[in-house]
């Protein structure tokens, strides 16, 4: 399949480490995150969401921590494994909006 | 395979033809999304449809563009007079939104992405 994100920053962890991948957003406004997770070739897969009323949210293996004070979204994945490698997408909608504004992406490599 | 589709996955074409994408969304989601994506930049916003209704459009959406969704079923995008510029991804995705109220905000969705279809104009 194609590369998705040729030249996107990268996070290259060991595998087994723990990975937190940064996003910063651009509306004050907005009240709902998700993050995406985009393998080459494929559309992204949505991964965990949060509501502004929120400030952390956990799945499984993964955990999503929001602070609107400076408006930053992280992701965290646990014990990361071969199969995390993608590109991760932060997401923001706005108050009963539809029009979901992507973050520009980061690729996430992990090592053997 | 009962996730969001989309025909074809390539599509080469010459500068100046029309092309017509496909979407098939998830069958009970009222929400059907078109979006473009440029290599290592995110997703872009084009247009969305609540059942057969086109809500929201985006000023990336020139003239050239036009969207449908017959019956509130499968999308279509096409593009007239394609440019060079216009090679990229074109990604559909679906939901399905529902007010939850236990979480104090208000609507709530998760939308679900095709695979995309990649066009290259010549």
């Known amino acids: 399949g194609e590369s998705v994100g040729l030249h996107l920053p990268t996070l290259s962890v060991q595998e087994g480490d723990n990975s937190i991948i940064n996003c910063a957003y651009s509306?004050?406004?907005?009240?709902?995150f998700i993050w995406y997770k985009q393998e080459s070739g494929k559309g992204p897969q949505f991964i965990i969401d949060?509501?502004?009323?929120?400030d952390k949210r956990q799945g499984q293996r993964v955990t999503v921590l929001l602070n609107k004070t400076v408006k930053h979204l992280s992701l965290q994945i646990a014990a990361t494994q071969p199969g995390d490698s993608a590109v991760y997408f932060c997401?923001?909608?706005?108050?009963?909006?539809?029009?979901?504004?992507f973050g520009p992406g980061t690729r996430l490599s992990v090592l053997p | 395979d009962t996730g969001v589709s989309q025909n074809p996955r390539h599509k080469i074409t010459k500068r100046g033809q029309n092309v017509t994408f496909r979407c098939d969304p998830i069958s009970e989601h009222n929400r059907l999304y078109w979006y473009r994506q440029t290599l290592g930049q995110g997703p872009e916003f084009l247009t969305y449809f609540q059942n057969e209704a086109q809500l929201e459009k985006s000023r990336l959406l020139s003239d050239r563009f036009s969207a449908e969704r017959p019956k509130g079923s499968f999308s279509t995008l096409e593009i007239q007079r394609t440019e060079q510029g216009d090679s990229a991804m074109y990604l559909c995705?679906?939901?399905?939104?529902?007010?939850?109220?236990?979480?104090?905000?208000?609507?709530?969705?998760?939308?679900?992405f095709g695979p995309g279809t990649r066009l290259l104009v010549l």
């Open positions: 509306n004050s406004a907005s009240d709902y």
């Open positions: 997401a923001e909608a706005f108050p009963y909006g539809q029009n979901f504004v």
């Open positions: 949060i509501r502004s009323n929120m």
């Open positions: 995705a679906s939901s399905f939104s529902v007010y939850v109220a236990g979480e104090g905000l208000g609507y709530q969705e998760t939308q679900y």
